[in-house]
């Protein structure tokens, strides 16, 4: 295996004459975190949305583990490894939160095609279904329908349902849009934990989050790689500086 | 959780009433309206397995209905199939139209779904009318009720009573296991959110295909069955009209409930039954009843009576979004939260 978990190559993806990314290198080392970041419009979603394979490419490769995964589809992306979050926090709102993890955990039964099975056949995941919500702290909610919770309990709700499935990969979409200051630093101390061993790929606009947990930043302008390193050095490059304050350092 | 077996208990003891109060029913009413009834709330309930637990409004049942209604006419009249064999042939048939028509309108979401399956509904309300063992305009007439297993005569109206109470006990037990599966557990998170399900690692189109197969089949059991009760196959089943009434039917009882459809058919056969003097006024009264419905009770009448109870005890809320909302790309007053 190579230490490049995900690498991009030539990235491009054309909305009619418009280029939303543009021949994007991308390479993300395995067992860190690596955010991309960007002003508004940059690019970063739609890059994010090419990388799981929810958007195709115009041109350009992605490989997973050095495996080529340019025309995978993205629910089997998902079972070589490789989960996402989405920037709306993304749950089932009428299942109860123990049952939005279970069917996470549900696939690695291989039984999700036998309608002829009883429910009660899941109940043996019970037990890792509570023990994942304890680590998120929804424990004492498990009951309760996912769209009764507050938007930080759905998120957190959420990285519950992806940690379930014990990715390799982790993408997130902006886990902290719409969270209190509170909730955000529950939050990175929950993905510097789930990133223990894995690869974290995310978009965030938060800087504090960002500088606090990425290895290695990559920044984003008009579809295109402005700079990539380490915070200090993206943070002192004039031309970042330039791209976020729209004036001439 | 706690509460687990005592609901299980209760649930089986509402069950046993159920199932008791259907036997001794044909004593009171006619028979052969109550088999009409039933051949039709199981049509609704597996319509609303399709719009209810997958989240997708077919408007082309009708054409499983139908067609299979033809086919298991066909073979009971001409080829001698006993009952139990010629509604197996209809649902069997029921089954690969399902398949055929399911692959292609599955790839479309929301109101391209629904207008897919119309049009290739239509297909088959062609085909029944130029094909020549569906006899065009007149149907199939007289076909023999048959003896089940060879043995026990279905002419008597107590008789194919019974008969179709047990096929429609077996079709709603059907539902019940597939919605109560880890199956029905990845479709009902795909009706959730279908972008996260297969963010989860789920080919959300084989669930919604095999969804629409199983739902299809059933249809096509009960359009077989009802084929015994009147001895008749005709274009009626398989018009555009009938894939309206089974969508009536089921948003009036309650989507996404068990008894929801049963009792919309129920309401809705009624209906059509005992308004037959008043003619062409019967579709005004049941217009204006389904307005009534839908403006007070959006829920459906089941749904509606669900969420009060649940509400009055302090419990969990039902979904109260599971109007064809979601199906149609919009949201009526009853919104699909995604967020």
């Given at each position: 295996?190579?230490?490049?978990a995900?690498?991009?190559?030539?990235?491009?993806?054309?909305?009619?004459?418009?280029y939303?990314?543009?021949?994007?290198?991308?390479q993300?080392?395995?067992?860190?975190i690596?955010?991309l970041?960007?002003?508004?419009?940059?690019g970063?979603?739609?890059?994010?949305?090419?990388?799981?394979?929810?958007?195709?490419?115009?041109?350009?490769k992605?490989?997973?583990?050095?495996?080529?995964?340019?025309?995978?589809?993205?629910?089997?992306?998902?079972?070589?490894?490789?989960?996402?979050?989405?920037?709306?926090?993304?749950?089932?709102p009428?299942?109860?939160?123990?049952?939005n993890?279970?069917?996470?955990?549900?696939?690695?039964?291989?039984?999700?095609?036998?309608?002829?099975?009883?429910?009660?056949v899941?109940?043996?995941?019970?037990?890792?279904?509570?023990?994942?919500?304890?680590?998120?702290?929804?424990?004492?909610?498990?009951?309760?329908?996912?769209?009764?919770?507050?938007?930080?309990?759905?998120?957190?709700?959420?990285?519950?349902t992806?940690?379930?499935?014990?990715?390799?990969?982790?993408?997130?979409?902006?886990?902290?849009?719409?969270?209190?200051?509170?909730?955000?630093?529950?939050?990175?101390?929950?993905?510097?934990?789930?990133a223990?061993?894995?690869?974290?790929?995310?978009?965030?606009?938060?800087?504090?989050?960002?500088?606090?947990?990425s290895?290695?930043?990559?920044?984003?302008?008009?579809?295109?790689?402005?700079?990539?390193?380490s915070?200090?050095?993206?943070?002192?490059?004039?031309?970042?500086?330039?791209?976020?304050?729209?004036?001439?350092? | 959780?706690?509460?687990?077996?005592?609901?299980?208990w209760?649930?089986?003891?509402?069950?046993?009433?159920a199932?008791?109060?259907?036997?001794?029913?044909?004593?009171?009413?006619?028979?052969?309206?109550?088999?009409?009834?039933?051949?039709?709330?199981?049509?609704?309930?597996?319509?609303?397995?399709?719009?209810?637990?997958?989240?997708?409004?077919?408007?082309g049942?009708?054409?499983?209905?139908?067609?299979?209604?033809?086919?298991s006419a066909?073979?009971?009249?001409?080829?001698?199939?006993?009952?139990?064999l010629a509604?197996?042939?209809?649902?069997?048939?029921?089954?690969?139209?399902?398949?055929?028509?399911?692959?292609?309108?599955?790839r479309?979401?929301?109101?391209?779904?629904?207008?897919?399956?119309?049009?290739?509904?239509?297909?088959?309300?062609?085909?029944?009318?130029?094909?020549?063992?569906?006899?065009?305009?007149?149907?199939?007439?007289?076909?023999?009720?048959?003896?089940?297993?060879?043995?026990?005569?279905?002419?008597?109206?107590?008789?194919?009573?019974?008969?179709?109470?047990?096929?429609?006990l077996?079709?709603?037990?059907?539902?019940?296991?597939?919605?109560?599966?880890?199956?029905?557990?990845?479709?009902?998170?795909?009706?959730?959110?279908?972008?996260?399900?297969i963010?989860?690692?789920?080919?959300?189109?084989?669930?919604?295909?095999?969804a629409?197969?199983?739902?299809?089949?059933?249809a096509?059991?009960?359009?077989?069955?009802?084929?015994?009760?009147?001895?008749?196959?005709?274009?009626?089943?398989?018009?555009?009209?009938?894939?309206?009434?089974?969508?009536?039917?089921?948003?009036?009882?309650?989507?996404?409930?068990?008894?929801?459809?049963i009792?919309?058919?129920?309401?809705?056969?009624?209906m059509?039954?005992?308004?037959?003097e008043?003619?062409?006024?019967t579709?005004?009264?049941?217009?204006?009843?389904?307005?009534?419905?839908?403006?007070?009770?959006?829920?459906?009448i089941?749904?509606?009576?669900?969420?009060?109870?649940?509400?009055?005890?302090?419990?969990?809320?039902?979904?109260?979004?599971?109007?064809?909302?979601?199906?149609?790309?919009?949201?009526?007053?009853?919104?699909?939260?995604?967020?």
């Amino acid at each position: 295996m190579t230490d490049i978990a995900i690498e991009t190559e030539g990235l491009t993806k054309q909305f009619g004459g418009f280029y939303a990314v543009q021949g994007v290198n991308l390479q993300v080392k395995r067992h860190t975190i690596h955010a991309l970041i960007g002003p508004n419009g940059a690019g970063k979603s739609t890059c994010f949305n090419l990388i799981t394979k929810f958007l195709q490419p115009s041109s350009g490769k992605i490989r997973l583990n050095g495996q080529d995964i340019t025309t995978t589809k993205p629910a089997a992306l998902a079972r070589r490894g490789m989960v996402r979050s989405f920037q709306i926090s993304s749950v089932f709102p009428h299942l109860t939160c123990a049952e939005n993890v279970r069917v996470a955990l549900q696939r690695q039964m291989h039984n999700s095609f036998k309608f002829w099975k009883p429910e009660s056949v899941l109940h043996e995941l019970d037990d890792e279904v509570d023990e994942i919500l304890k680590s998120v702290g929804l424990w004492d909610m498990r009951g309760a329908m996912a769209v009764e919770l507050s938007y930080g309990r759905k998120r957190l709700l959420e990285l519950a349902t992806t940690l379930a499935l014990k990715p390799e990969v982790l993408l997130f979409d902006e886990p902290m849009a719409g969270m209190s200051t509170g909730d955000i630093q529950m939050v990175v101390d929950l993905i510097r934990k789930a990133a223990e061993g894995r690869t974290v790929l995310m978009v965030e606009h938060n800087m504090g989050v960002v500088a606090d947990l990425s290895d290695t930043i990559t920044v984003l302008q008009r579809g295109q790689v402005l700079a990539e390193g380490s915070y200090e050095e993206v943070s002192n490059n004039p031309e970042v500086r330039a791209a976020y304050m729209g004036g001439h350092a | 959780m706690a509460s687990k077996t005592s609901g299980n208990w209760k649930g089986w003891a509402q069950f046993a009433v159920a199932i008791a109060a259907l036997i001794v029913l044909p004593f009171f009413l006619y028979p052969v309206f109550l088999a009409k009834v039933l051949c039709f709330a199981l049509f609704a309930a597996a319509f609303n397995l399709l719009l209810g637990f997958a989240g997708l409004l077919s408007f082309g049942h009708a054409a499983f209905f139908g067609f299979s209604a033809y086919v298991s006419a066909h073979a009971a009249k001409e080829w001698g199939f006993t009952p139990e064999l010629a509604i197996l042939a209809g649902t069997v048939v029921a089954a690969f139209l399902g398949a055929v028509i399911g692959l292609l309108a599955i790839r479309r979401q929301g109101i391209y779904f629904a207008m897919v399956t119309l049009a290739l509904a239509q297909m088959v309300f062609f085909i029944c009318i130029q094909a020549p063992f569906t006899h065009g305009e007149d149907g199939i007439q007289g076909v023999p009720r048959g003896h089940f297993l060879g043995i026990v005569d279905l002419e008597s109206n107590f008789a194919i009573y019974y008969f179709v109470l047990a096929v429609f006990l077996i079709g709603v037990m059907v539902i019940y296991r597939t919605v109560h599966s880890p199956f029905g557990q990845v479709l009902k998170s795909i009706r959730e959110n279908e972008p996260r399900a297969i963010s989860l690692g789920y080919d959300a189109d084989r669930y919604k295909l095999m969804a629409f197969i199983l739902s299809a089949t059933i249809a096509g059991m009960a359009g077989s069955t009802k084929v015994l009760v009147f001895k008749l196959a005709s274009l009626t089943d398989v018009a555009w009209q009938m894939s309206g009434e089974v969508v009536l039917m089921t948003i009036l009882g309650g989507v996404g409930t068990m008894l929801g459809p049963i009792v919309g058919a129920s309401i809705i056969v009624t209906m059509q039954n005992y308004l037959a003097e008043v003619g062409q006024l019967t579709l005004i009264i049941q217009g204006l009843v389904f307005m009534f419905c839908v403006l007070l009770f959006r829920r459906g009448i089941v749904g509606e009576i669900k969420h009060r109870w649940t509400q009055m005890r302090g419990g969990k809320d039902e979904p109260a979004h599971l109007s064809p909302g979601k199906a149609t790309g919009e949201t009526d007053g009853a919104p699909v939260t995604h967020g």
